[in-house]
């Protein structure tokens, strides 16, 4: 992977960060809501439940032929 695909992929990312706000804003901000009532704890599950299914998807994009 080059310098090229790291940024492609950070474009990609922004995108898909920045579609919920523009369709739903209201929902969007619900979402956050929720967010701010969870512990720390909850809010680390969800981010490691995120890390292992980006480290999945890329392990079967790159690594399963």
Same mark, same amino acid.
Request: hydrophobic share 60%; net charge neutral; with cysteine.
């Given at each position: +992977?080059?310098?090229?695909?790291?940024?492609?992929?950070?474009?990609?990312?922004?995108?898909?960060?920045? $579609?919920?706000?523009?369709?739903?804003?209201?929902?969007?901000?619900? +979402?956050?809501? #929720?967010?701010?009532?969870?512990?720390?704890? #909850?809010?680390?599950?969800?981010?490691?439940?995120?890390?292992?299914?980006?480290?999945?998807?890329?392990?079967? $994009?790159? $690594?399963?032929?």
């Amino acid at each position: +992977m080059d310098g090229n695909s790291l940024w492609l992929a950070l474009a990609f990312m922004l995108v898909l960060e920045g $579609l919920l706000p523009f369709l739903s804003p209201t929902g969007w901000r619900r +979402m956050f809501e #929720q967010i701010l009532r969870m512990n720390d704890g #909850q809010i680390r599950f969800f981010g490691l439940c995120s890390i292992v299914l980006g480290l999945a998807a890329i392990a079967l $994009l790159y $690594l399963v032929p």
